[in-house]
């Protein structure tokens, strides 16, 4: 902690951030910002040279977002929660400037050759076809782009499953719980295998309680299933690093696709895209709410269907024919 503030006490952080004089703290925390930034670009070399750039950048962003929230001048109350704050703020600035480079400089084709493109997918193609008719209104299109999306990621999804059938079920699941959808029982087996009965009632109870998950932030949540995943996965993890690997998955990783990447839409003219990794939370909310309202729909249907079909069975099945009792004329 001396090292971060060069000997400067939390409690002088706090007045000066009270003080609202911003430039005071940076000036103290400058050589740990740049020595996080030098550490994140090693393991992305490609990108190191927008080293200076991302400092700039992220001093900016602390200099109007993040020091004067309420929240983290909170964490000034105490020196292990204030360096773990401010380390956290870098590292998903650092992740969100590193995408918008990856946006625009498309790595490698690494991925492209083992996950078959769905540009060249004929289904996917007719399926978007929705673009030619310009005659639907704004709303109408706004969701047939939802609706593509939603195709697009069901379409990943089944090509990680081919490919990669060990980690599959573990990226679904850690996706379930950054939407903070109801997980089910299906899903921690998917995950787990030969999870106890009694450790998926124990997480159904834990995540049924709003503010342990739908309020919750994600290191929270993945610290409370990180033993799951040491217990029936054999995965010695941290919550941080289960946060790191699902971000991989989800952004790319040293010039490999994620899933934002597979996802883009093009028709020729028009480009559409997920870069703020936000929206694509709530795109995943929003994608789990209607898996689950299709599959109750389905249901509902099924048992209509069945009671119609017991009650013409009722009707219509042969049953025995009652034995008539023979009456003799005397």
Known sequence: MNKLLKSISAH?????????????????CEHFLKGKIRAYLKNFPAYNQHQQDFFQEIYLHLLTKT?????????????????????????????????????QQRGSMEWERAVAPFENDADAQDRASWLEDKAQTHTQEARQLLACFQLRFGQFLNQFKMLFPKIAPKLAFLLKLT??????????KNCFGD????DIQEIQYHFSIKDQYQEADDLSVFEFVRPYFERY????ATA??????LNQQISGDRGRKGILDYMQIKDGVHFWEIQDKRIFTDFLHYHYQQEELKVHTELAHAQTLEKKKSFWQKIFSPSATPELEVVRVQ
Request: charged share 30%.
């Open 67 to 103: 020091f004067p929230s309420k929240s983290f001048r909170e964490a000034c109350d105490d020196e292990h929660r204030f360096k773990h704050y401010f380390t956290r703020t870098i590292f998903n600035q650092l992740n969100t400037l590193l995408q918008r480079e990856r946006n």
């Open 233 to 236: 996965r054999g995965e010695t």
């Open 12 to 28: 002088q952080i706090a007045v000066w951030l009270e003080a609202q004089q911003y430039e005071r703290v940076l000036e103290h």
């Open 179 to 188: 939407a903070r959808a109801r997980v089910t029982a299906e899903d921690l």
């Open 240 to 245: 941080q690093s289960i946060q790191r690997w």
């Open 195 to 198: 999870i106890a009965i009694v």
